[in-house]
């Protein structure tokens, strides 16, 4: 079994989790981004694959963030190609068709809480505490965190976030929207697998349009989005997990 730092799935039935393994702090390797990159195509083919978890390994810590000792051995040049790859691989997690629940536990600071803005859903415990230290380095956060936690909780709030590094208990980021559901310590990760559970059950057809109109309209002007919806709604009447689930209403009916 491969040992180190990895991004370890765990399928169970139509439902994986994503751990990110690399106790005790589950920081993000240079190494663990490539994977992601990697995974996420794998995920996206995978029809065995539903809906996705991510949670950190051992449940008691998300992810501290990327390993500055290893960025601090960057060039430049690589420094930028490294930034470059983990932006694309957390927007290509986060355009990914099937639904994804972070189950944030502990602390999730920098690139770690970077990841858990790209889910689709955020559930942390009482345990949680967010924050993006960056600032307090002479740094800023670099896997595109600025531009979703801004527009989350809006630019003067993300501002503030991102200046003072202040730590988040969960209770305050569920009253800032930055995690959708607060549960009591130890449960974020069953509540996680629970709602992909959910998600996983629904057709699959359906989860796509929807994930794809939500995302692609994010990207488009505000009437554009409408357009977006009709195309895919329509397309959706046609498609075969519609037309049987209608037949089986007509058959109760």
Known sequence: MPSGPRLRIEKKGATAVLWIDNPPRNALRLSMISDL?????????DDGIRALVVAGSGGLVFSS???MEEWAKLAPK???????????AFWAFEHLTKPTVAAVTGVARGAGAELALACDIRIADETAILSFPEARIGWMPSHGG???????IGRSK?????LSGKEL????ALRLAIVDHLTAPGEAIPQ??????????????????IKRTLAEGDEKPYRNRFLLESQHAVQLLWDEDHRAAIAKLRGKS
């Open 37 to 45: 990159a990697a995974r996420v195509p794998e995920i996206e083919k």
């Open 65 to 67: 963030g990327v390993d």
């Open 78 to 88: 690589e420094a930028q190609e490294q930034v470059t790859r983990g932006q694309d």
């Open 146 to 152: 600025t531009a979703r936690l801004s527009k989350i």
């Open 158 to 162: 993300a501002l503030e976030l991102l």
């Open 169 to 172: 208990p969960g209770l305050d």
């Open 192 to 209: 996680a697998r629970a709602l992909a559970d959910a998600f996983a059950e629904r057709p699959r057809s359906a989860v796509k349009a």
